[in-house]
């Protein structure tokens, strides 16, 4: 199997650690950012298969970068992640095709599941969406 390359992006420091740790222990590749604009320089240099982000961070927002990423013809699966109630923006994001939200907290076998769903391939192509 070859390894994913997953962008992980929170301003929460010890969210991001504790996150990127359990996923290089599932045998992803993890690169991590603590700002949007961060994660849109490691793009620009890096093909990642999944981007994973916390909406409410300072400066750029989650459902920006993802908007940005699209702008810049980056169409990887876009997993946004909330501790909020779900917004018009993300709702605008999961209808412009952002892969899924998970609200926080949430188990690590669900991202896990998450990840192995958005490296299968869209929603649309999978039975039973």
Known sequence: MTTAN??????????????AENLKLEGYTVAEAESAERAIELAAGTEFH???TDIRMKGMDGVELFHSLRGMGMHMPVV??????????????????????????????LLLKT???????PPSARPGR
């Open 80 to 109: 946004l992640m909330t501790g909020f109630a779900i917004e018009a923006a993300v709702e605008g994001a999961v209808a412009s095709g952002a892969f899924a939200v998970l609200v926080k907290p949430f188990d690590i076998a």
């Open 50 to 52: 999944v981007v994973i």
């Open 6 to 19: 997953i962008l992980l992006v929170d301003d929460d420091r010890s969210l991001l650690t504790t996150l």
């Open 115 to 121: 990840i192995a769903d958005a490296l299968r391939g």
